[in-house]
């Protein structure tokens, strides 16, 4: 097996994905809109249930993730291993084809680089547009903050950033156990020819032979590859290859259990959601008023949210409140996609019923697209008798 080749093919997949992913709106905030988009959902940072099980659920499959393979996120899908490697890659080959002052070519590729990713990195947390380009908006100013910081990565610390800033390989540490994928040398038969190429492709400049549990490894498998190379040639077997401690243990039962329960919660939320969400509240500065018309009536002020796609519609009626009327500026209320809507209409009754101060009826409204219906308990304040 050719580890090299299927990191190097994961990692192109990966990039693409890392490319694709705001524009499809499979994973992004949106903090002007305030809105966050998972699995081609739009959702309203109001909709708390969804968005914590969302987080929850991703925090808990990198957890799984790092329990179950280690480092391996690191070596074969983290978008700064990739940009680091490929960085590195630039330097040696502008160094190699012998390109004039390969330093400064380098260093003008990276900032090149680091303008494209910087747009791609802040387009998870603000619409994708050409405004990113300038300093006139917040997510300008940041997006010229983050090309600084990428080229700086990019140009000086590449796999440094991994050893020294990353907090998921001090994370890593913490998960890591004896049973969690780990790259291992074993030489019980001392066939090792010091010939230290091992050393040489790590990536991260390590020995793997000294220990299988230095934080540094990333899972690449390179070392592997190299001795592999070696020892083939030898015609011995390989010292170098991943060892995996199995599946069945309470740590990753649990582990399991809570992302399923995550996953549960997400799925049940997303199935609950209204797309039409509407609010309704009674106005109580004033209890009540008497119209010319002797009729008693009451003040509400409702809120419509329409977190959906396309247009919608809004049916106000009134239940259990016997010669009620309604009186709105417009029923049906229409809300554009992505639009709230917000209004006050009043209630009214006949007059003349002494001692009915409070009575108890229902508001109910019917929304479309999506023919969501939903009730509203109220209580119409009315004068008392005599008064
Ligand atoms: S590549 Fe294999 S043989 Fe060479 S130093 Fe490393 S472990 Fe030993
Ligand atoms: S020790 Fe081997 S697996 Fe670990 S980072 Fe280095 S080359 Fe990759």
């Known amino acids: ?84 490697e490929a960085s590195v890659f630039l330097e040696n080959w502008l160094k190699r084809k012998r390109v004039p002052r390969p330093k400064l070519v380098f260093l003008a590729g990276v900032a090149a680089a680091s303008v494209v990713l910087a747009f791609i990195f802040i387009s998870y947390f603000a619409p994708p547009s050409l405004s990113l380009f300038g300093t006139s908006t917040a997510a300008g100013i940041c997006g010229a903050v983050v090309t600084l910081l990428t080229f700086l990565d990019f140009a000086f610390l590449k796999q440094k950033f991994c050893t020294t800033a990353c907090p998921y390989g001090y994370l890593q540490g913490l998960l890591a156990d004896d049973k969690t994928l780990l790259v291992q040398y074993q030489d019980a038969s001392h066939d090792c020819i010091e010939c230290k190429k091992c050393v040489r492709v790590c990536p991260m400049g390590i020995d793997i032979r000294k220990s299988p549990f230095q ?110 009327a309604l009186a709105m500026d417009t029923n049906p209320v229409r809300v554009d996609a992505g639009q709230s809507a917000r209004g006050e209409f009043q209630i009214s009754r006949p007059g003349g019923k002494s001692g009915e101060l409070v009575t108890h009826f229902t508001i109910s409204t019917a929304s479309v697209p999506g023919r969501e219906a939903s009730e509203f308990p109220m209580t119409f304040l009315a004068p008392g008798e005599g008064k």
């Open 1 to 84: 097996m050719n580890w090299h080749r299927i990191r190097r093919r994961v990692q192109v997949v990966c990039f693409l994905i890392f490319l694709v992913l705001p524009f499809l709106n499979v994973i992004r905030f949106d903090i002007p809109k305030q809105r966050f988009y998972f699995a081609g959902y739009e959702l309203w940072i109001n909709e708390f249930a969804i968005v914590f099980f969302a987080l929850m659920f991703l925090m808990f499959l990198v957890v799984l993730m790092s329990v179950f393979f280690g480092r391996i996120y690191c070596g074969y899908l983290c978008p700064q291993m990739i940009f680091s």
């Open 215 to 324: 934080i540094e490894c990333v899972h690449c498998g390179e070392c592997i590859d190299a001795c592999e190379s070696i020892m083939t040639r030898l015609n011995k077997r390989n010292l170098i290859g991943y060892t995996f401690g199995g599946f069945r243990d309470a740590k990753r039962v649990v582990v399991l259990g809570v992302l399923l329960c995550y996953a549960g919660g997400l799925f049940a939320a997303l199935a609950m959601r209204h797309e039409m969400l509407v609010r309704i509240d009674p106005v109580r500065e004033t209890l009540y008023q008497v119209g010319a018309d002797g009729r008693i009536y009451n003040r509400f002020r409702f809120q419509i949210d329409n977190r959906g796609r396309k247009p919608g519609a809004v049916v106000f009626s009134i239940q259990q409140l016997p010669g009620a």
